[in-house]
């Protein structure tokens, strides 16, 4: 006999596994990574789309690059005089040094497991993995691939002359042409510029001005962290939540729960205050927020008006159901959460009438199709380029906005700022008594190297300068053999004098070409009982990187990629 009592229970759970398995499916279709540039300073640029070496590549379009900016596969990130930050999901974040040149070759989602393949093209960058779901993370430069085990930190060194990797924390396994090599905390190898002969393992280095930086960034993002997520009452990590406890104030507001707000923000503030529009391959039009803080508030969760709570606040997804309780006003509709917070472009409903385009901040209890039921609380209007957007005043009744499904491209416009292309440093890893020193031969060093005192230099030459000095001094004159170490078949050595000793370096240790880096090795990894491990040059699996024959950034091997120049669709 049924028990009829047990009827709306059983409903219920099964609307729960409904309403939670159907996100899941729904991301792992879109192959859509969230990954994010959550910090700026100095000279920052991206390129979307590019051939060979985006260095050298002339018809790569570089743009400015912006704070909480979406990154994806297939991008290229470049620091100048600057540093940047990439946060990517579940706490791994990547620090670029300056003058580092960044691809993101391959990010894809398989089967609810991320693969990461990374390319340092030149410069300096250091990797804090947070491996807690089941993935892939590597990184290539020069002539090795570095793979992350479980939770670990390494920095990468990709200059002319060799490349070097430090394991900061964990543990990590370099790739070298089949070969493999085990490096545990505290050991860094390096190697010469294609000479595997040359792969020396020893201790990492003292820590210098960028390693000190990581690490202090590395520690207030988790401390943030932590302090945020308190409030939300989710077991699971999510994008800028750090920013939050920084740059705002978590109060409790009645049936609401736990909502947060800005420092400084009055009863007048407006959520969409400042900001601008760009259009994602994935998720259209998204809102990219000019403010330290602007990354989750925008994208997770939604937003509440309440007067005597001092105005707008913002509300975290909760797991479990919508804040504490029912609504004011309103009969109590619980809201189930998927286990995992939902990435949008925007947290706002765009609406339109007759040929008006507005938003409105989306409410957590919003269905899709049905008003907003923050339309009450006014219409804001989409601005076209970086600035303000403030409340319309159309006179007209609210009931006359209609919802907008899908707002077409052409609707509004992206005002990211043409950047010029990023200059090739031209730097060197010299070996000293204490270890490796990095020089510049860049135009802009005050370091170079002196053919007729064979030996280093205070001067303001040129790279192509120091190069013709340095294919000169290789040629002997009118035949006649040299003296020294060429006499004996060896090439001129160079020294630099220093405060931890004598630096010593090669003349045919530098590279007159930019080096040209092979496409990382297929992702390979174990996971729900099988290993898995792509094919070719990239994963086999849709969705996968670029073909081992090109590095091209401006293609995408899944099926269903779109156009639009960036990559194609992001994965």
């Known amino acids: 006999m049924i028990n009829h009592r047990s009827i709306p229970l059983v409903l219920a759970v099964l609307l729960f596994l409904l309403l939670v398995a159907a996100p899941m499916a729904s991301a792992d279709s879109s192959h859509a990574r969230v990954i994010r540039l959550s910090l700026v300073q100095g000279d920052v640029r991206f390129a979307s789309s590019f051939h060979g070496d985006p260095l050298a590549d002339t018809s790569a379009i570089w743009t400015t690059a912006e704070l909480n900016q979406p990154i994806r596969q297939g991008y290229v990130l470049a620091t100048d005089n600057g540093r940047a930050e990439v946060e ?63 939770r670990s930190a390494f920095r990468l060194d990709n200059f002319d002359d060799g490349s070097t990797v430090k394991t900061l924390r964990g543990h990590v396994t370099v790739l070298l042409k089949g070969d493999t090599k085990r490096l545990e905390k505290g050991q860094s190898l390096s190697m010469k510029a294609g000479d595997e002969t040359s792969v020396s393992i020893g201790k990492v280095p003292a820590e210098d001005d960028f390693d000190r930086w990581v690490s202090a960034r590395i520690d207030s993002i988790s401390t943030a962290t932590s302090s945020a997520t308190q409030y939300t009452g989710s077991p699971y990590y999510t994008s800028g939540f750090a920013d939050l406890f920084t740059y705002g104030s978590w109060f409790s507001c009645g049936g609401y729960g736990y909502g947060w707000r800005p420092f400084g923000a009055g009863f007048g503030w407006s959520p969409f205050a400042m900001g601008q529009w760009i259009w994602d ?9 000019s403010q330290p803080w602007g990354w989750a508030p925008y994208h997770y969760g939604g937003w509440l008006f309440d007067a005597s709570c001092g105005g707008w606040l913002y509300s975290p997804p909760y797991p479990y159901g919508y804040g504490y309780g029912a609504v004011p006003g309103r009969r109590f509709r619980p809201i189930i959460h998927p286990p995992r917070p939902l990435y949008r472009g925007v947290t706002a409903v765009f609406v339109r009438q007759g040929n008006t385009l507005g938003i409105v901040p989306l409410h957590p209890q919003d269905q899709n199709g049905k008003p907003p039921l923050n339309l009450e609380h006014g219409v804001f209007s989409p601005s076209f380029a970086k600035g303000a957007m403030g409340s319309m005043n159309t006179g007209e009744s609210s009931a006359k906005w209609q919802v907008v499904k899908s707002v077409p491209r052409e609707a509004l416009g992206s005002s990211l700022s043409p950047a010029p292309a990023p200059t090739r440093v031209y730097r060197t890893v010299l070996q000293g008594d204490s270890g490796l020193r990095v020089v510049s031969l860049s135009k802009d060093s005050s370091i170079a190297y002196d053919p007729h005192e064979h030996r280093f230099v205070n001067a303001n030459v040129s790279a192509e300068a120091f190069a013709a000095a340095r294919a000169k001094e290789a040629q002997p004159a009118d035949g006649a053999a040299k003296t020294g170490n060429a006499e004996r078949g060896k090439p001129a050595e160079k020294t630099l004098a220093s405060n931890s000793g004598t630096l010593t370096a090669r003349a045919s240790e530098v590279p007159r070409a930019p080096r040209a880096i092979a496409p990382p090795p297929p992702a390979h990894y174990s996971g729900g009982g099988g290993s898995y491990r792509g094919g070719g040059g990239s994963a086999s699996y849709s969705g996968g990187g670029r073909s081992s024959g090109s590095s091209s950034g401006g293609s995408s091997s899944h099926p269903s990629s779109g156009g639009g120049g960036g990559g194609g669709r992001a994965h």
């Open 88 to 150: 990517f999901e579940y706490g791994t974040v990547a620090f670029l040094k300056e003058h580092t040149v960044l691809e993101f070759y391959d990010l894809s989602l398989h089967d609810g497991e991320l693969t990461t393949r990374l390319i340092v093209r030149q410069g300096s960058a250091s990797f804090s993995v947070d491996k807690s779901l089941d993935g892939y993370f590597s990184v290539t430069g020069g002539d090795f691939t570095v793979e992350a085990g479980g």
């Open 281 to 289: 391959p994935t998720y259209g039009w998204t809102y990219l927020s």
